[in-house]
């Protein structure tokens, strides 16, 4: 089920791609960033990216992930850090300081090769 | 390959799913402009979605116009369940999907006669995960789980929490049956989400059911303007 889920995000991504390439322009890579709580797999996102982009303009292009981690914040002692997960302890004992996790899924750059030139 | 070619990088400010998101916004600004109070109801297979819908749509007859859309994998069964007790149910077969997408919701949107309409229900496909990032033009995201999930489950969808505007506890009177730990799930939903409120109901019993009518009853004055009671 979760390799359904990424697979509507790399068709969607596709479609975005192709839309902002220039007209017959071979994309290279892609950059994308992921909030945490999108709970998206980039190793997932990237298999269905491969299967979504082949035999396109896109197919090859290397699908770069920036996947944003939690922000944690200790109510107890105040410090804050970041981590994959978001249910974790605190050194100073704390066991339940909050976890803030974006929500972003955004198209950060493309790498096109540029066939006019 | 022209061997001229450069790579070039180019900047991009944009969402993944801008084009659900359009979508979206259009559908928001005519239930809007139609004073309809949207649910996209998101919970597990088995969690009781359509139980809820049932004893819900039972509870609103004669006194609203509710109409629901029903995503579902492959059969018609959820609908016909609730056509019993509202003549605007539209089924949304999904395929393979395992969410619904805005573009599914306004096509079934224009199949069904929103005349009078005061209340959508948008059913989403039983999936924890898949649906939350998919804006449907709703006007409320509630989450449903249910005592027989566990207690972890909303630590374990951490998305569905933090985007709900209400969340739902479902098959709240087997808990003398099950070990589930109420203020452990609680505690896991107030971390991720600290000001959405937890409604304990059972769909079978109708315990807490009148606090979600009336949360349901507040939703549609705010769309319609008027002064709640």
Known sequence: MPVVHEFSIAEALATQVLAHAPAGARVRGVEIRIGALRGLEPDALKMCWDAVTFGTPMAGAELEVDLRPWSITCSSCGREWTSSVPFVSCACGNATPAPLGGDELDLVAITVDDGEA | MNEQARTVRMPMVGRVLEANDDVAAMTR?????????????????????????????????????????????????????????????????????????????????????????????????????????????????????????????????????????????????????????????????????????????????????????????????????????
């Open chain 2, 29 to 229: 600004g005519d239930l809007a402009r139609r004073g309809v109070f949207a649910i996209d109801l998101i919970g597990a297979p088995g969690s009781g979605k359509t139980a809820l819908l049932e004893a819900t749509l039972q509870r609103l007859k004669g006194r609203r116009r509710p109409a629901v859309l029903v995503g579902d994998l492959a059969t018609r069964r959820d609908a016909d369940r609730l056509a019993r007790w509202c003549d605007r149910v539209v089924q949304i077969s999904t395929g393979e999907g395992c969410h619904l997408e805005a573009g599914q919701v306004r096509v079934a949107l224009d199949q069904t006669n929103l005349e009078g309409v005061d209340l959508l229900f948008i059913e989403n496909v039983g999936n924890l995960i898949c649906p939350v990032g998919f804006d449907l033009g709703q006007t409320a995201k509630v989450g449903m789980f249910s005592l027989t999930e566990g207690d972890d489950k909303a630590a374990k969808h951490p998305y569905l929490v933090a985007a709900a505007d209400l969340l739902l506890l479902n098959k709240i009177d087997l808990a003398p049956h099950l070990s589930f730990d109420r203020a452990g799930f609680e505690a896991d939903v107030h971390l991720l989400n600290p000001t959405v409120r937890v409604l304990e109901l059972s769909a079978v019993s109708g315990q807490g059911l009148d606090e979600w009518i009336a949360w349901i009853d507040r939703g549609i004055s705010a769309v319609q303007g008027e002064t709640p009671e």
